[in-house]
Nanobody
Framework: QVQLVESGGGLVQAGTSLRLSCAASGRTFSNYIMGWFRQAPGKEREFVASIRYSTDYADSVKGRFTISRDNAKNTVYLQMDSLKPEDTGVYYC??????????????????WGQGTQVTVSS
């Protein structure tokens, strides 16, 4: 089991940047796929980005968001640039030991953080 704690959300204007952090407990952090998901009001939780030995991004954030990890610090980051109002939502960090080809499915992840709110104003 991995415990996850997100931080770094906030209220920003469109076109600006935010960096989210997710601190994980556990000695096998480096073995996990780490994912970021988001959920807007009235919508389903959607995949944003994931990382293990390589990275993957949703088309809606590709070129604007960067996921990275520091295994020495048991932390994964999501650098969000050129933010848009449609990026607004609660952002969740998640961890899984499943296969890489299942990285985009929320139900592949058994460990979730509490979420952090990101609001982008126009």
């Amino acid at each position: 089991q991995v415990q996850l704690v997100e931080s770094g959300g906030g209220l920003v204007q469109a076109g600006t940047s935010l960096r989210l952090s997710c601190a994980a407990s556990g000695r096998t952090f480096s073995n996990y796929i780490m994912g970021w998901f988001r959920q807007a009001p009235g919508k389903e939780r959607e995949f944003v980005a994931s990382i293990r030995y390589s990275t993957d991004y949703a088309d809606s954030v590709k070129g604007r968001f960067t996921i990275s990890r520091d295994n020495a610090k048991n932390t994964v980051y999501l650098q969000m640039d050129s933010l848009k109002p449609e990026d607004t939502g609660v952002y969740y960090c998640a961890a899984t030991a499943t296969a890489w080809n299942l990285r985009r499915a929320p139900n592949s992840y058994g460990n979730w953080g509490q979420g952090t709110q990101v609001t982008v104003s126009s």
